[in-house]
Structure formats: C-alpha cells, structure tokens
C-alpha cells in the first residue's frame, strides 16, 4: 500500500447499476489528482458465463467510454462473484483504495450496506469508499 496520503491505483467495481456508475465518478475524482490508475474490476457470474455473453458487455464499454481520456485507465474481468472478484483484482493489481458503489439490492437485512459493499468493507485489506446510490 502507498502513503496514507498518495493513490497510485484505485480500484472500482462495476456491475451496471446507477450506483456503480457513481462509484467510478468517485473513482475518477479521486484518482485525478494523483495521476493514479484507475483499475476497472467486473465480476463475471455464473448467468455471463453460462449465456456465453461477450466477455465485456456493452453496458461496460458504454459506462467507460464516459471516462476523460486522460485517465489511466484499466479493465479486469474475472469470473466469479462481484466481492470475490473486486477483492482478487485489488490484490493482483497492489490497489491503494476500492471504491464500490452501494445499491442495496440484497435483503431486509443488508439494510445499511448491500451484500457486496459489506463483503468488500469487511474483507479488504486496504480502505474501501462506499459510495451510496442516487
């Protein structure tokens, strides 16, 4: 991890949700100043990978090509599910900060966080922003 004060890499979950979409707006913004990368990670579950979906869908391309083109900017896709696959692509790529976008999707009880945001906050090993949706 860098400095408490330096971004070198920030790493965001996309999923195609509004609040994801916000969650790389945080990403972006975060990350300008620095001049730190900006490391784009989609989990690809069970129902891409058994519809034989193209390996970036075109809600991703859509969302990305919204990005400044003078952001450095990566895309990982790995399979697996969505906390899964964001904690995996931080450590792969030595992530200072993981941004992930709350939608609330999951049950009553994930009430203050939805299931991925929760996962993801409890297991990182490096902070994590939840952005909350609009």
Do not use: K, N, Q
């Not at 990982?76 to 906390?83: E, N």
């Not at 939608?103 to 090993?125: C, N």
Request: aromatic fraction near 2%; proline fraction near 7%.
């Amino acid at each position: 991890m860098a400095d408490a004060g330096m971004l070198r890499r920030v790493v965001v979950g996309l999923d195609g949700s509004p609040g994801s979409g916000g969650a790389l707006e945080w990403a972006v913004g975060l990350a300008g100043p620095f001049d730190a990368e900006v490391v784009v990670v989609h989990g690809r579950g069970l129902l891409e990978r058994a519809d034989h979906a193209p390996e970036v869908p075109g809600w991703l391309d859509t969302m990305l090509a919204a990005v400044p083109a003078e952001v450095r900017l990566s895309l990982r896709v790995i399979d697996g599910p969505p906390a899964d696959a964001l904690l995996r692509g931080a450590a792969v790529c030595e992530a200072d900060l993981i941004v992930v976008g709350r939608r609330g999707a999951g049950s009553p009880f994930e009430l203050t966080l939805g299931s991925t945001s929760r996962e993801v906050s409890s297991r990182a090993a490096v902070p994590v922003l939840v952005v909350p949706g609009s």
